[in-house]
């Protein structure tokens, strides 16, 4: 999966390769509308991340203590990976 090791190897995280789909969930623009699949895996308990410029910027939070601005699919996708429901929306 390019896609996973081009986020996670700038912050020092090498997944399992153990990867389950969490959901496949619509986005809707004001022009085209696209999909978001999201995926799932572990990493080695040993492992932490290196902060880079991007990973600072983030704040980790408690699922009942998002933004409001966090969108509903995002929401979504967070609450389905706690539940462990693997659908397509």
Known sequence: MPGVYSVSDPIGLRPT????LVGV???NFK???DITICLS?????Q?????TRELVRYAWRCLNDLPARVGSN???ML???RDGHYSVR
Request: net charge positive; hydrophobic share 15%.
């Open 17 to 20: 390769g153990n990867y389950r």
């Open 25 to 27: 969930y619509p986005v």
């Open 31 to 33: 022009r085209r509308s």
């Open 41 to 45: 895996t572990q990493v080695h308990p």
């Open 47 to 51: 492992q932490e991340p290196e902060p």
């Open 74 to 76: 995002y929401r979504a």
């Open 79 to 81: 609450r389905d990976f």
